[in-house]
């Protein structure tokens, strides 16, 4: 069966045919006219390899539309460390990917389907509201201390609570101060108002989402902090192990060995950075909860030395523990029912 390495371009790209131990390059261009020259030219069984990148998921389908089935898309950071060539064009990528995808050599990045792509976009949009949202409320705090008013404001434990907001909007300086707090007044108000839709999207994902319903049973996890950590790990069975899982999340140490001289270093921080954030996040809020996992962070703390490496363990402990939840599809095992059905019961909210 002929293996086919394409190395992708924005304008054209390039494919190498290998079979027989004899490989064949060519260039096309990527647009309708160019699929078609790729679709007469390659066999409809060709295992074809090419890597992870911006055009990676329209290209994936426009394979998919060709009819080709047999694709993997190969993971750009740990190729590197398998190809490592003083010359690199085109041509040449295209037809290492070959080769190596002849021998099995290819490490391979997951890529989503186009239904949960979009969840992941939906999620995404959120977070990055909710830091827009924290912006913006600690530009305002800084302001009115600035100014001497912040101490003045009802004394609520909500910065934000109706009754402070209602406070700020009658601030008064009687000069253009009063144009800056109203903008920062109304870019609040005005982000504020596009997370309902989001939320409402994500409650119904999350809602038909065993896994996130999973998670949902720890104390401390609720909807969108499930869906999101559950969108970066997917099908939990694709991770032979619990240390797998956590590798892909970037929370091991990174390691150099040499003979006898083994070196331990720094967490990798390989794999998706908001997947690591949702499980930095949902470390302390469990914590808040659990006092096993508060006694466990602690003993990690005194035994490191480091706030920083004790809550890294931590996010290490939660993942095997999560692991074992997703494959043994348990529970956690300190669940809260009454506070499960809450939840559970939010999600039917608008």
């Known amino acids: 069966m002929p293996t086919v390495g394409i190395d992708l371009g924005e304008a054209s790209s390039h494919a190498t045919i290998f ?18 020259s790729l679709k007469a030219r390659v066999p409809s069984d060709a295992r074809i390899v090419f890597e992870s990148s ?29 190809v490592r060539s003083k010359k690199k064009n085109d041509k040449v990528d295209s037809q290492k990917l070959a080769k190596l995808h002849s021998v099995g050599m290819i490490p391979e990045a997951h890529l989503l389907d186009r239904e949960d792509q979009v969840f992941r976009d939906l999620l995404l949009q959120r977070l990055k509201l909710g830091a827009e949202i ?120 990174g390691q150099r060995d040499s003979s006898s001289i083994h070196r331990v270093g720094r967490m990798t921080k390989d794999g998706p950075s908001e997947g690591r954030r949702a499980l930095s996040i949902m470390v302390d809020s469990v914590a808040m909860f659990n006092p096993g996992i508060r006694q466990y962070y602690a003993k990690a703390k005194t035994r490191t030395g480091s706030g920083t490496m004790a809550h890294v363990v931590t996010m290490r402990k939660l993942v095997r523990m999560i692991y074992a939840m997703l494959t043994q599809r348990e529970a956690w095992r300190w669940e809260r029912s009454s506070l499960t059905e809450k939840k559970l019961q939010a999600l039917d909210a608008d």
């Open 134 to 253: 924290s912006q913006v409320k600690n530009s305002i705090i800084g302001y009115l201390k600035r100014e001497g008013l912040f101490q003045g404001l009802p004394d609520t434990t909500d910065h934000f609570s109706k009754e402070r907001r209602e406070a700020m909007r009658a601030i008064s300086f009687g000069d253009d101060r009063d144009l800056v707090l109203s903008t920062m007044l109304a870019r609040l108000e005005f982000v504020e108002e596009l997370t309902p839709p989001l939320e409402k999207r994500i409650k119904a994902q999350a809602k038909e989402n065993e896994d996130v319903k999973l998670l949902m049973t720890i104390p401390g996890v609720n909807f969108y902090l499930g869906s999101l950590l559950s969108s970066y790990i997917g099908d939990v069975r694709r991770f032979p192990n619990a240390d797998h899982l956590a590798s892909y999340l970037g929370i091991v140490p």
């Open 19 to 36: 079979a027989n131990e004899k490989a064949e390059t060519f260039e096309f261009p990527m647009n309708p006219e160019g699929y078609a």
């Open 54 to 82: 911006g055009t990676a998921y329209p290209f994936h389908r426009q394979l998919r539309e060709l009819g080709f089935t047999d694709i993997t898309v190969a993971h750009p950071k740990e190729l590197a460390w398998i």
